[in-house]
């Protein structure tokens, strides 16, 4: 009983999570300064392209988060322990949420740029893929009886969808190479980036990655909580 | 009328052995840090009014379930470690047959004997049949079988890869008045030939008579243990009742 | 024969008996698949040329649907009498279990995929019997057991199980519904197994990777 309010240990989230704010919020406000002031604009693409600096970024920090879905799950079935299954949880979650960042930003940057809202080549069809995997990891929760189930269940989905991940790419790659479309754009892109452009690209990147280990770390924390509220109800009854 | 082999007469002393044993399902402890021991040929009865935990304690010891704590060895077998062969040992009656519907009766025997690996199948199956007074229909398909008969078949189901471990859920439910009398002589017979019995029953009486050993369970805990002679009705009936009346 | 084949077969042959006892999900997926191919007559009506442009679409997307209302009802029937319990309470791997469920849903989908190729001739005059075709039809529905049997067996236990489970089966599965409706076209292009060896290829491999980790994925998927 005496435990309750020390569920979650002040050394673990107590420090850490207020300096990740202040200093992923320096970031950001940079990344901001950096994305509109800094960096020049595009030749052929006009202003619409510093959409890149989000949308990127955004997408790699997507994959990252399902790569730790895929690994807490492993973990949370061979050891069976909570906390990897909250970060799992944590990290589908947040992963969800910047994959969609992701998904709308692309959206916005190809309709000007290539005049549809959407192409389906590997890449988007692999990241739709990935978000769509992503819903149904958070509906298999909601819809488990209970919530040990729901974290099996989901751990199972998040295995499979992660190793189907690579095939889906090739399988949409093979699919192209008999549709194909005249789509050169963006991802022409790589080696012609401005030096400035990288730099961007990079802090941009590194930005993301501070906001996601804040909502991260935020949200696994928040499960603990929840779950140490459970256990206490039921001793309570 | 059973020859259950002493599964492992020289091996472990404990038919079953639970220990520490602890249960929750969402905010619902159903068995808190249960211990509980039965020896070979002997029958435990566990009582105890409704949800205080009984057949999640069956379930755990059939594998069924996994327990949140604790530890659960039955034939010297460890659930956690060796539970095929754990599971090879054991018979379980729940609360649902278990039976196919659309197969007759002799045909669900023969699936659960292959799934077993029972050798002499065909032989076992016309002995259980007869055992638990089945054989007039064998052939006919489970949907058209009372539910009486459906437990009947499913005690048979039960028996026969010759388990040393029966565990029994309320196995009275369905029974008429010459099922019951099947049911003691089938328990009886069971632990007469060494397998050790656990039971569940709302029966108190039955229980008492049919049992060697008692335990209480009162909100998934032990609340009484002792052998069947020491304890009487009054005491079963003081601890249910008290429960019964402190649950919400 | 390995005890794992042994439970296999057993579950698979029981499967394989009341099925043809009752008729019911063969008679249903068959009817499904019967219906949206009929329905696609009217929603296109595609002139001959059209169809077969689309008509590998068409095929694929019956299928696809027909198998999913398939095994949607693998574990339907044990787990309305709670016969899964019994599954479980056996000495048999779990590994069995799914295998034996594997192939009960395979060889639903394989029987109906047949029944309606006749159909196709009929409605839209389109032919697919070939020896290529076969193949591909045989790992894309391998394929599309291996996850579906895996995630039907956790949306049979859901609120909503007939929704959950083409959410959860369709992005994964895709795949492999892009390789049979490319190999389809192909093939009915006039080409060849030279045409259609990457996409067999990539079906075997998606076959293989499911497979083997469905079956170990299925024990976690089981417990209580």
Same mark, same amino acid.
């Given at each position: 009983?005496?435990?309750?309010?020390?569920?979650?240990?002040?050394?673990?989230?107590?420090?850490?999570?207020?300096?990740?704010?202040? #200093?992923?919020?320096?970031?950001?406000?940079?990344?901001?300064?950096?994305?509109?002031?800094? #960096?020049?604009?595009?030749?052929?693409?006009?202003?619409?392209?510093?959409?890149?600096?989000?949308?990127?970024?955004?997408?790699?920090?997507?994959?990252?988060?399902?790569?730790?879905?895929?690994? &807490? &799950?492993?973990?949370?079935?061979?050891?069976?322990?909570?906390?990897?299954?909250?970060?799992?949880?944590?990290?589908?979650?947040?992963?969800?949420?910047?994959?969609?960042?992701?998904? +709308?930003?692309?959206?916005?940057?190809?309709? *000007? +740029?290539?005049? #549809?809202?959407?192409?389906?080549?590997?890449?988007?069809?692999?990241?739709? +893929?990935?978000?769509?995997?992503?819903?149904?990891?958070?509906? #298999?929760?909601?819809?488990? *009886?209970?919530?040990?189930?729901?974290?099996?269940?989901?751990?199972?989905?998040?295995?499979?969808?992660?190793?189907?991940? *690579?095939?889906?790419?090739?399988?949409?790659?093979?699919?192209?190479?008999?549709?194909?479309?005249?789509?050169?754009?963006?991802?022409?892109? &790589?080696?012609?980036?401005?030096?400035?452009?990288?730099?961007?690209?990079?802090?941009?990147?590194?930005?993301?990655?501070?906001?996601?280990?804040?909502?991260?770390?935020?949200?696994?924390?928040?499960?603990?909580?929840?779950?140490?509220?459970?256990?206490?109800?039921?001793?309570?009854? | 009328?059973?020859?259950?082999?002493?599964?492992?007469?020289?091996?472990?002393?404990?038919?079953?052995?639970?220990?520490?044993?602890?249960?929750?399902?969402?905010?619902?402890?159903?068995?808190?840090?249960?211990?509980?021991?039965?020896?070979?040929?002997?029958?435990?009865?566990?009582?105890?009014?409704?949800?205080?935990?009984?057949?999640? !304690?069956?379930?755990?010891?059939?594998?069924?379930?996994?327990?949140?704590?604790?530890?659960?060895?039955?034939?010297?077998?460890?659930?956690?470690?060796?539970?095929?062969?754990?599971?090879?040992?054991?018979?379980?009656?729940?609360?649902?047959?278990?039976?196919?519907?659309?197969?007759?009766?002799?045909?669900?025997?023969?699936?659960?004997?292959?799934?077993?690996?029972?050798?002499?199948?065909?032989?076992?199956?016309?002995?259980?049949?007869?055992?638990?007074?089945?054989?007039?229909?064998?052939?006919?398909?489970?949907?058209?079988?009372?539910?009486?008969?459906?437990?009947?078949?499913?005690?048979?189901?039960?028996?026969?890869?010759?388990?040393?471990?029966?565990?029994?859920?309320?196995?009275?439910?369905? !029974?008429?008045?010459?099922?019951?009398?099947?049911?003691?002589?089938?328990?009886?017979?069971?632990?007469?030939?060494?397998?050790?019995?656990?039971?569940?029953?709302?029966?108190?009486?039955?229980?008492?008579?049919?049992?060697?050993?008692?335990?209480?369970?009162?909100?998934?805990?032990?609340?009484?243990?002792?052998?069947?002679?020491?304890?009487?009705?009054?005491?079963?009936?003081?601890?249910?009742?008290?429960?019964?009346?402190?649950?919400? | 024969?390995?005890?794992?084949?042994?439970?296999?077969?057993?579950?698979? =042959?029981?499967?394989?008996?009341?099925?043809?006892? @009752?008729?019911?999900?063969?008679?249903?997926?068959?009817?499904?698949?019967?219906?949206?191919?009929?329905?696609?007559?009217?929603?296109?009506?595609?002139?001959?040329?059209?169809?077969?442009?689309?008509?590998?679409?068409?095929? %694929?997307?019956?299928?696809?649907?027909?198998?999913?209302?398939?095994?949607? =009802?693998?574990?339907?029937?044990?787990?309305?009498?709670?016969?899964?319990?019994?599954?479980?309470?056996?000495? $048999?791997?779990?590994?069995?279990?799914?295998?034996?469920?594997?192939?009960?849903?395979?060889?639903?989908?394989?029987?109906?995929?047949?029944?309606?190729?006749?159909?196709?001739?009929?409605?839209?005059?389109?032919?697919?019997?070939?020896?290529?075709?076969?193949?591909?039809?045989?790992?894309?529905?391998?394929?599309?057991?291996?996850?579906? @049997?895996?995630?039907?067996?956790?949306?049979?236990?859901? =609120?909503?199980?007939?929704?959950?489970?083409?959410?959860?089966?369709?992005?994964?599965?895709?795949?492999?519904?892009?390789?049979? $409706?490319?190999?389809?076209?192909?093939?009915?292009?006039?080409?060849?197994?030279?045409?259609?060896?990457?996409?067999?290829?990539?079906?075997?491999?998606?076959?293989?990777?499911?497979?083997?980790?469905?079956? %170990?994925?299925?024990?976690?998927?089981?417990?209580?």
């Amino acid at each position: 009983m005496a435990t309750v309010g020390t569920t979650r240990a002040p050394g673990k989230t107590g420090l850490v999570q207020p300096a990740l704010l202040i #200093v992923g919020a320096a970031f950001l406000f940079t990344d901001l300064y950096l994305i509109f002031q800094y #960096v020049p604009t595009e030749r052929v693409m006009g202003i619409v392209q510093r959409l890149f600096y989000f949308h990127v970024p955004t997408v790699w920090v997507g994959f990252l988060a399902f790569f730790i879905v895929f690994v &807490s &799950s492993i973990m949370y079935l061979v050891k069976r322990t909570e906390v990897w299954d909250r970060r799992a949880y944590a990290a589908g979650e947040v992963g969800m949420l910047f994959l969609t960042v992701a998904m +709308v930003t692309g959206a916005i940057w190809a309709k *000007p +740029v290539w005049g #549809v809202w959407w192409v389906w080549d590997a890449k988007l069809t692999t990241t739709f +893929v990935l978000w769509l995997i992503y819903i149904g990891y958070l509906m #298999v929760r909601a819809y488990a *009886p209970d919530k040990r189930r729901g974290a099996r269940w989901a751990a199972v989905v998040g295995i499979v969808g992660f190793v189907d991940v *690579p095939i889906v790419y090739y399988a949409a790659e093979l699919w192209r190479s008999l549709h194909p479309e005249l789509v050169t754009g963006p991802f022409a892109e &790589s080696g012609g980036l401005a030096p400035e452009m990288r730099t961007t690209l990079y802090f941009s990147a590194l930005t993301f990655m501070l906001v996601f280990a804040y909502l991260f770390r935020e949200r696994t924390a928040q499960r603990a909580d929840e779950q140490a509220l459970d256990e206490l109800r039921a001793r309570v009854g | 009328m059973q020859e259950t082999p002493p599964a492992a007469a020289a091996g472990p002393a404990m038919a079953i052995a639970v220990s520490g044993l602890s249960k929750t399902f969402g905010t619902t402890r159903a068995l808190i840090d249960v211990d509980l021991r039965v020896a070979w040929g002997q029958t435990l009865a566990v009582l105890g009014h409704n949800g205080a935990g009984k057949s999640t !304690l069956l379930r755990v010891i059939a594998s069924l379930a996994r327990p949140d704590a604790g530890t659960v060895v039955v034939g010297g077998f460890d659930r956690a470690k060796d539970a095929a062969r754990l599971r090879s040992i054991v018979g379980y009656v729940g609360h649902q047959p278990l039976l196919y519907d659309d197969l007759t009766a002799g045909e669900n025997l023969a699936f659960y004997a292959r799934l077993y690996g029972v050798a002499d199948a065909r032989a076992r199956i016309g002995q259980v049949l007869e055992d638990v007074g089945g054989s007039a229909w064998a052939d006919r398909r489970v949907r058209g079988l009372s539910n009486g008969m459906q437990k009947r078949l499913a005690i048979a189901r039960a028996l026969l890869h010759r388990p040393s471990v029966l565990l029994l859920d309320e196995p009275e439910t369905g !029974l008429d008045v010459s099922g019951l009398a099947m049911l003691d002589r089938l328990v009886r017979g069971v632990s007469d030939g060494g397998a050790a019995v656990v039971m569940t029953t709302h029966g108190m009486e039955r229980g008492l008579a049919l049992a060697d050993q008692i335990v209480v369970l009162a909100e998934g805990r032990v609340a009484l243990a002792g052998r069947s002679t020491d304890v009487t009705p009054a005491d079963v009936r003081a601890i249910v009742t008290r429960q019964s009346e402190v649950a919400p | 024969m390995s005890a794992y084949v042994r439970s296999a077969l057993a579950i698979y =042959r029981k499967d394989v008996m009341i099925e043809a006892r @009752t008729r019911e999900t063969l008679s249903g997926v068959f009817m499904f698949a019967l219906v949206v191919a009929f329905i696609f007559k009217f929603t296109f009506d595609p002139a001959p040329q059209v169809v077969a442009l689309i008509g590998p679409g068409m095929v %694929w997307v019956a299928y696809v649907f027909a198998g999913i209302v398939g095994m949607n =009802r693998t574990f339907v029937l044990e787990r309305d009498r709670g016969t899964l319990e019994a599954l479980l309470l056996a000495p $048999v791997p779990r590994e069995a279990i799914y295998l034996g469920k594997l192939l009960g849903a395979f060889t639903i989908m394989i029987v109906v995929e047949a029944a309606m190729l006749p159909v196709f001739v009929v409605l839209h005059d389109l032919s697919f019997l070939s020896l290529p075709f076969a193949v591909t039809a045989v790992l894309a529905t391998l394929g599309m057991a291996a996850v579906g @049997t895996l995630f039907s067996a956790i949306a049979v236990h859901t =609120r909503a199980r007939e929704l959950l489970l083409p959410v959860l089966f369709l992005p994964v599965a895709l795949p492999v519904i892009i390789a049979a $409706v490319s190999a389809t076209s192909l093939l009915l292009d006039g080409g060849g197994w030279g045409d259609i060896d990457l996409w067999l290829r990539l079906m075997l491999a998606f076959d293989i990777a499911f497979l083997v980790l469905s079956s %170990w994925a299925f024990e976690f998927v089981l417990e209580e």
